[in-house]
């Protein structure tokens, strides 16, 4: 079933009685080449590629609860390549070309908007701090522009720019970024990969590996023994859990993200806007919600839930910021379990145990990577060799001292 202009003229008109099942629901096989554990973002995305570029026909994609039952549907959906480090910019410059065309390749409308992000300065030191990650944006081919505060005034005029303390004086700009719709994303995903022959298996939990003489055979579920080829592990906010099945201990500890949505506004906010002296960020989404958040809950918790103490940080922010938010009305807020590595950057590697492949440590930006992680993923599953922007996303470059530290605060997942 493809989707088209035509094709929703013609449902129209005939009652609209054509539309068929997003996805097949199967029973899982006894074996597959290659299993995703997680039908998350990364993990449909995976399995997607896989299918797709790869070529691979035996695919699974098994899921303790329901597709976008985790982070995928949890996120505040900003998309943006605004990154500084070498390790980081190629990679995230590849998941934005990737959003690009992300609609026609999957032929689902994820929704994806590519009205700006602007992260906020206030100070000269900032100003400079951002001129420098904007050049390296640029070195790496994404797009970047410094602006005077004049130029954010013309775009946001409601911010607060005379704040005592944060007085904002300008803001780098990348128009490319963005939102797309989290949920659109994992459904376009996992609708593509099961035309191409994936079985996406919900309610069915991974409750352990097996693994004879170093390597891995298949694993265990909540729906019974399936065989494998291959096992890549996708499940984020779960990453140590499910390793520790496998006797790994990762770099990776889990924290809480929260993040909310006020009632529907007119069209107030152009694109995404960061404050770079607190921790908050703001868009609106199409149906007219504020969407906004800003740091993590600050303990480990596995808990889908927050915190009052944030939640009362996060609305200060807001608050000194734009001081209009304080007049739109709270509809509904949540939290996400945040897998967050020891230097804030990501993990795609082989593991010490054959035919065992590890995908996280996202932290609380890997809604963006989704397209480069699931292909980088797929690329290192089917040839056993990293993809070029992913090289660096090893698991020993902890021991190596070799940290990709965007935000240069050292091994403290907290502060990242
Ligand atoms: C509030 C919030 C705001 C965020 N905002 C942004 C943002 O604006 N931009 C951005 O880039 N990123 C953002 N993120 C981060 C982003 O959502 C995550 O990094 C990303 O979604 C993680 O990858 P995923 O989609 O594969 O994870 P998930 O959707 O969590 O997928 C993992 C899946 O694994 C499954 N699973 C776990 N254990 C098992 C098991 N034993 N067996 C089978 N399945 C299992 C889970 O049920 C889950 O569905 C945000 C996150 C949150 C919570």
């Keep these: 079933m493809r989707f088209s202009g035509f094709r929703v003229v013609k449902e129209a008109l005939t009652g609209h009685k054509g539309w068929g099942m997003l996805w097949r629901n199967p029973d899982p096989k006894p074996a597959y080449d290659i299993v995703i554990v997680g039908g998350g973002g990364h993990g449909l995305a995976t399995a997607f590629y896989l299918a797709k570029t790869f070529k691979q026909a035996r695919v699974a994609v098994l899921e303790k609860g329901w597709l976008g039952s985790g982070n995928i549907g949890r996120n505040t959906t900003i998309i943006r390549s605004n990154y500084l480090l070498p390790g980081n910019e190629p990679f995230y410059e590849f998941s934005m070309k990737l959003w690009e ?3 026609q390749e999957t032929n689902f409308n994820s929704m994806v908007s590519q009205r700006g992000i602007i992260n906020l300065y206030h100070t000269d030191g900032q100003r400079d701090a951002y001129r420098r990650r904007g050049n390296a944006m640029l070195l790496a081919g994404a797009d970047a522009r410094l602006l005077g505060q004049d130029e954010v005034r013309e775009i946001a005029p409601f911010l607060n720019f005379d704040n005592a303390r944060f007085p904002i004086k300008g803001g780098l700009m990348q128009p490319r970024a963005g939102t797309a719709r989290h949920d659109g994303v994992a459904w376009g995903y996992a609708r593509g990969a099961d035309m191409r022959g994936v079985d996406i298996i919900q309610n069915c939990e991974v409750t352990g590996f097996r693994i004879e003489g170093g390597k891995v055979q298949g694993v265990e579920t909540s729906r019974g023994y ?3 080829g291959k096992v890549g ?13 496998a006797g790994m201990r990762l770099p990776i500890e889990s924290h ?3 993040a909310f949505v006020s009632e529907g506004l007119k069209p107030t906010i152009p694109g995404v806007i960061t404050f770079g002296a607190g921790h908050f960020y703001v868009s609106q989404s199409d149906k007219g919600g504020l969407v906004f958040g800003g740091d993590i809950d600050g ?21 000194a910021l734009m001081p209009m938010i304080g007049r739109a009305r709270l509809l509904r807020s949540w939290g996400g379990i ?9 993990i795609i590697d082989r593991t010490e145990i054959d035919g065992l492949y590890f995908n996280g440590g996202w932290c609380y930006g890997g809604f963006k990577a989704t397209p480069a992680s699931g292909y980088a993923f797929a ?7 990293p993809h070029e922007t992913a090289e660096a996303y090893r698991f020993d470059r902890f021991a190596r001292g070799y940290v990709i530290d965007e935000k240069g605060v050292g091994a403290q997942p907290n502060l990242h």
């Design 338 to 346: 945040m897998d967050m590595s020891m230097d804030g950057s990501p």
């Design 379 to 385: 690329h290192l599953l089917a040839t056993d060799r």
């Design 256 to 258: 809480v993200l929260q």
């Design 101 to 103: 065309n992300l609609e």
């Design 233 to 245: 592990v996708a499940v984020a906010g779960n990453s140590s859990r499910v390793m520790a099945m």
């Design 226 to 228: 399936i065989g494998a």
């Design 299 to 319: 303990y480990n918790s596995y808990a889908q839930r927050g915190n009052l103490p944030v939640v009362e940080d996060v609305i200060e922010g807001g608050m």
